[in-house]
């Protein structure tokens, strides 16, 4: 296990698939099929977070904050409480303002809380609006392979290419200093790649994989964890449930 600090998702069935707990500051990306639960993951890592004393923020672009609140009650988590005791942001990011700083405004959170983990909700969204999102010219300088490439503009702004600018939002999330759970959406059918932008699954330190699985007429939930640097993860296809306290990853069933 070495010396890795790691940081309890408190999920149950989840943190003895990587050796206890995420890596401390790494960006974990949840790629899956819609519906699958990300979002439920998400709201589940802050929760437990914040009542064991580690705050969280979480960023969406995707549900609005009241839809959120409405999934998370169902599940006995109360994150109006948490924001009050200040243990707990969420941030919805306007989808109607143009040239937002989505990095000062991430950050400003984090600062606000004193968060220690944080989710992004999601890349996909962020991708699909990035003409909103104005990308401070500190990104491309202190970034020498980018510099290198686009040289050392005195401002840029998003638009030209999603790869690009999804590459250094990841990079930006891991300087922050928190653990993140970054959430993206996966192609359904034949896939060529686990994500839509097809980057973020080697910017991210680890990648876990969700899917709504066809087994005769029903679908069943299934992860696993394809990526976790630093650790010897799990190699195993998972069911897991939603029931009423969340999220509960089942032991696999292996066949020898
Ligand atoms: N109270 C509940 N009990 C059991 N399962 C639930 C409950 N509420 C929602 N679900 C399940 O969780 C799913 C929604 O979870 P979530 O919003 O986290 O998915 P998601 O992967 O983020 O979806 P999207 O790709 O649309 O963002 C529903 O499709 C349903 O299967
Ligand atoms: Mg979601």
Redesign the pocket.
Known sequence: MGNVGRVKTGIPGFDELIEGGIPQGFNVLIT??????????GMQYLYNGAMRGENGVYITL??KKSELID?AS??GWDLVALEKQGKLSIMEVPMDKVEMDLFAMIEEQVQKVKATRLVFD?LINFAINIDQFKVPVSFIISNPEVASVMGNEKTYYTGKSEKRITYLLVNELSKLGTTNIV?T?APEGEKTTLTMDGVSEFACDGVVV?YNTLIGAAHAKTMTVLKMRETHNDPYIHDFE???KGFKVKPAEVYQ
């Open positions: 899956g099929t819609p519906g699958t639960g990300k979002t439920i993951f995707d549900a999934q169902m599940f999601s959430i959406a969700m939603l029931n009423p």
